[in-house]
C-alpha cells in the first residue's frame, strides 16, 4: 500500500475516533446541562409554590384562586403544578394540567412520608414526557401536603434530536473534508520524497556526480536530503580514493617488475662473466624486497581497515621511547651525514601498543632523516601541554608543498620533489603512522614550507594518573 494511502486512512481513522468521543462526550454533557435546567426551574417554582403555602399557615382547605392571583409564578405556561394530600389525592391542581391524568407515583409518595423530595422522569399514555419534582411539607412532624411541580420535556427532547442531527450530519462531512485534505497534504509533504527517489534511481545507476536537489529546508525531508547528498559525497571520494589506490598501487608494484624484466632481458641476450648474472640477481633481489615491503604494508592497512589489528594498553613512557629510537636514528643518518639531536625531553607516559609507537616515531624520524639536505640536522622535542604530550621531529630539508599537507597520509602519494629526492620509500608510511596515532586515540600535524624543511608532531594523550 502506497505511503500516501497509509499516512491518509492513518489520519483518517484517528479523526473519526476523535469526532466520535468529542460526538459522544458533546452530547452527554449538552443533555445533561439541558436537564439540569429543567431540574434548578422545576426547584424554583416547587419553592415558590411551598412559599404560598407557609403565607397561608398550612390550612387544610386553600383557596385555589386566592392562591394563583397572589403567586402568578404558580401558573407559567411551561409548567403546572398539583398539591396531593398525604392519601395521595389531588387538593389543587393548575389549570393547565386539570384536562390531564398525572398521579403521584408511590416511589414519591413514600419518599413524601421520610421527608425527601423526588425529581422524576415521567411518561404516561397518550401524554408528552415530563418531568416532575415532588416536594413534602412537613409540619410540626406531621406530613401535611405533596406539592409537585412539572414540565413537559418535549422542548428539551426536540433541541437534542436536532442537536443529533447536527452531529451525524456534520461529522461524517467534516471527516470526508479532512481526509480529502489529508491526501491532499500527503501529497505534497511526500512530493519531495518522489524526486529524491528519481535522483537516487539515477545515482544508483553509477553517475556519482548527481546530487539530490529539494528545497532548502530543516525538516525531515531537508535533513534527509542533505544525509543523502552526504553519504553520497563519501561514497564518490571512496571510489574516487579506491580508483586512485589501485592506479598507485599497480604503478609502485610495476615499476620493480619493469626493472626486473628489463634487466634479465638484457642479461640474457648473450653470454655473459658470472659477475653480471650477479649483478642482476642482487638488483632483482632488492626490488623483490621492496615489493615484499609494499605488499606487507598493503595487508597491514588492510587488517587495520577490518579492524584485525590488536593493540595493547599499557603504559608507555615516552622519553625513554624516544632516547632508544634517537640512538637508531644516528646510524641512520651517518650515511647522508645527518644529525639527529635531542632537543627539550619531557617525562610522559601514555597508555598504548609500545611496539606500534616504536614503529611510529620511528618512522616520522626516518623520513625526516631520508628528506633532509646532507650534512642537516633532525631535531626531536618532546613536551607535555596539559593532558597530552607533543612529541616534535623537525627537519631542514625538501619541505612539502602546503596543498599537500592532508595527501601526505593519503597511500602511495609522494610528491614529485619526494620521488626526485629518493627512490626509497613506498608511499605507505605516513598512512601507517596516521593508523597508530588515531588508534591511540591522537593524530598527527603537519608544519612545513618547500626548501624550508617540515616538522612532524604527535600529539598522544596523557595516561591517567594512578591512584
Same mark, same amino acid.
Given at each position: 500500500?502506497?505511503?500516501?494511502?497509509?499516512?491518509?486512512?492513518?489520519?483518517?481513522?484517528?479523526?473519526?475516533?476523535?469526532?466520535?468521543?468529542?460526538?459522544?462526550?458533546?452530547?452527554?454533557?449538552?443533555?445533561?446541562?439541558?436537564?439540569?435546567?429543567?431540574?434548578?426551574?422545576?426547584?424554583?417554582?416547587?419553592?415558590?409554590?411551598?412559599?404560598?403555602?407557609?403565607?397561608?399557615?398550612?390550612?387544610?382547605?386553600?383557596?385555589?384562586?386566592?392562591?394563583?392571583?397572589?403567586?402568578?409564578?404558580?401558573?407559567?405556561?411551561?409548567?403546572?403544578?398539583?398539591?396531593?394530600?398525604?392519601?395521595?389525592?389531588?387538593?389543587?391542581?393548575?389549570?393547565?394540567?386539570?384536562?390531564?391524568?398525572?398521579?403521584?407515583?408511590?416511589?414519591?409518595?413514600?419518599?413524601?412520608?421520610?421527608?425527601?423530595?423526588?425529581?422524576?422522569?415521567?411518561?404516561?399514555?397518550?401524554?408528552?414526557?415530563?418531568?416532575?419534582?415532588?416536594?413534602?411539607?412537613?409540619?410540626?412532624?406531621?406530613?401535611?401536603?405533596?406539592?409537585?411541580?412539572?414540565?413537559?420535556?418535549?422542548?428539551?427532547?426536540?433541541?437534542?434530536?436536532?442537536?443529533?442531527?447536527?452531529?451525524?450530519?456534520?461529522?461524517?462531512?467534516?471527516?470526508?473534508?479532512?481526509?480529502?485534505?489529508?491526501?491532499?497534504?500527503?501529497?505534497?509533504?511526500? %512530493?519531495? @520524497? !518522489?524526486? #529524491?527517489?528519481?535522483?537516487? *534511481?539515477?545515482?544508483?545507476?553509477?553517475?556519482?556526480?548527481? &546530487? +539530490?536537489?529539494?528545497?532548502?529546508?530543516?525538516?525531515?525531508?531537508?535533513?534527509?536530503?542533505?544525509?543523502?547528498?552526504?553519504?553520497?559525497?563519501?561514497?564518490?571520494?571512496?571510489?574516487?580514493?579506491?580508483?586512485?589506490?589501485?592506479?598507485?598501487?599497480?604503478?609502485?608494484?610495476?615499476?620493480?617488475?619493469?626493472?626486473?624484466?628489463?634487466?634479465?632481458?638484457?642479461?640474457?641476450?648473450?653470454?655473459?662473466?658470472?659477475?653480471?648474472?650477479?649483478?642482476?640477481?642482487?638488483?632483482?633481489?632488492?626490488?623483490?624486497?621492496?615489493?615484499?615491503?609494499?605488499?606487507?604494508?598493503?595487508?597491514?592497512?588492510?587488517?587495520?581497515?577490518?579492524?584485525?589489528?590488536?593493540?595493547?594498553?599499557?603504559?608507555?613512557?615516552?622519553?625513554?621511547?624516544?632516547?632508544?629510537?634517537?640512538?637508531?636514528?644516528?646510524?641512520?643518518?651517518?650515511? %647522508?651525514? @645527518? !644529525?639527529? #639531536?635531542?632537543?627539550?625531553? *619531557?617525562?610522559?607516559?601514555?597508555?598504548?601498543?609500545?611496539? &606500534? +609507537?616504536?614503529?611510529?616515531?620511528?618512522?616520522?624520524?626516518?623520513?625526516?632523516?631520508?628528506?633532509?639536505?646532507?650534512?642537516?640536522?633532525?631535531?626531536?622535542?618532546?613536551?607535555?601541554?596539559?593532558?597530552?604530550?607533543?612529541?616534535?621531529?623537525?627537519?631542514?630539508?625538501?619541505?612539502?608543498?602546503?596543498?599537500?599537507?592532508?595527501?601526505?597520509?593519503?597511500?602511495?602519494?609522494?610528491?614529485?620533489?619526494?620521488?626526485?629526492?629518493?627512490?626509497?620509500?613506498?608511499?605507505?608510511?605516513?598512512?601507517?603512522?596516521?593508523?597508530?596515532?588515531?588508534?591511540?586515540?591522537?593524530?598527527?600535524?603537519?608544519?612545513?614550507?618547500?626548501?624550508?624543511?617540515?616538522?612532524?608532531?604527535?600529539?598522544?594523550?596523557?595516561?591517567?594518573?594512578?591512584?
Amino acid at each position: 500500500m502506497p505511503l500516501r494511502v497509509r499516512l491518509t486512512l492513518w489520519y483518517g481513522t484517528a479523526l473519526a475516533l476523535i469526532l466520535l468521543t468529542f460526538s459522544v462526550v458533546l452530547y452527554t454533557i449538552t443533555a445533561r446541562g439541558l436537564r439540569d435546567q429543567v431540574d434548578e426551574s422545576l426547584q424554583e417554582t416547587a419553592s415558590a409554590a411551598v412559599r404560598s403555602l407557609e403565607k397561608r399557615g398550612f390550612l387544610p382547605l386553600i383557596d385555589e384562586d386566592a392562591l394563583l392571583s397572589q403567586f402568578p409564578e404558580l401558573t407559567r405556561i411551561d409548567k403546572f403544578f398539583q398539591i396531593f394530600s398525604p392519601t395521595g389525592t389531588i387538593t389543587i391542581r393548575s389549570p393547565n394540567i386539570r384536562q390531564h391524568d398525572v398521579p403521584l407515583s408511590r416511589h414519591a409518595l413514600e419518599a413524601a412520608f421520610t421527608g425527601s423530595t423526588v425529581f422524576e422522569s415521567a411518561r404516561y399514555p397518550n401524554e408528552p414526557p415530563l418531568r416532575l419534582v415532588s416536594v413534602p411539607i412537613i409540619y410540626r412532624g406531621s406530613l401535611l401536603y405533596i406539592v409537585q411541580v412539572g414540565t413537559t420535556l418535549e422542548g428539551v427532547e426536540e433541541t437534542l434530536r436536532r442537536f443529533l442531527l447536527v452531529l451525524v450530519v456534520m461529522a461524517p462531512i467534516a471527516l470526508v473534508v479532512s481526509l480529502v485534505g489529508g491526501w491532499f497534504l500527503a501529497g505534497r509533504a511526500l %512530493r519531495p @520524497v !518522489d524526486s #529524491i527517489t528519481i535522483a537516487a *534511481q539515477r545515482i544508483a545507476a553509477g553517475d556519482l556526480t548527481q &546530487r +539530490l536537489t529539494s528545497e532548502r529546508s530543516t525538516d525531515e525531508i531537508g535533513r534527509l536530503t542533505d544525509t543523502f547528498n552526504n553519504m553520497i559525497a563519501r561514497l564518490e571520494t571512496s571510489f574516487a580514493q579506491i580508483r586512485q589506490f589501485s592506479s598507485d598501487a599497480s604503478h609502485e608494484l610495476r615499476t620493480p617488475l619493469t626493472v626486473m624484466k628489463g634487466e634479465s632481458e638484457l642479461v640474457l641476450r648473450r653470454p655473459r662473466p658470472v659477475e653480471d648474472y650477479i649483478a642482476v640477481l642482487e638488483s632483482n633481489l632488492e626490488e623483490i624486497d621492496r615489493m615484499s615491503r609494499i605488499v606487507e604494508e598493503l595487508l597491514f592497512l588492510s587488517r587495520a581497515d577490518l579492524g584485525q589489528v590488536k593493540t595493547e594498553c599499557e603504559p608507555v613512557r615516552l622519553e625513554a621511547l624516544v632516547e632508544d629510537i634517537q640512538r637508531q636514528a644516528c646510524l641512520l643518518g651517518q650515511e %647522508r651525514g @645527518v !644529525d639527529v #639531536i635531542m632537543g627539550t625531553i *619531557q617525562p610522559a607516559t601514555v597508555r598504548g601498543d609500545e611496539l &606500534r +609507537l616504536r614503529e611510529l616515531i620511528l618512522n616520522i624520524v626516518d623520513n625526516a632523516v631520508k628528506y633532509s639536505y646532507p650534512q642537516g640536522t633532525v631535531d626531536i622535542d618532546l613536551l607535555v601541554e596539559g593532558r597530552t604530550a607533543r612529541l616534535s621531529v623537525r627537519d631542514h630539508g625538501i619541505g612539502i608543498p602546503q596543498d599537500a599537507h592532508k595527501q601526505i597520509f593519503d597511500r602511495f602519494f609522494r610528491t614529485d620533489d619526494a620521488r626526485a629526492h629518493t627512490k626509497k620509500g613506498t608511499g605507505l608510511g605516513l598512512a601507517i603512522c596516521a593508523w597508530i596515532a588515531e588508534a591511540h586515540h591522537g593524530h598527527i600535524e603537519v608544519q612545513s614550507e618547500i626548501g624550508q624543511g617540515s616538522t612532524f608532531t604527535i600529539v598522544l594523550p596523557l595516561a591517567p594518573p594512578t591512584a
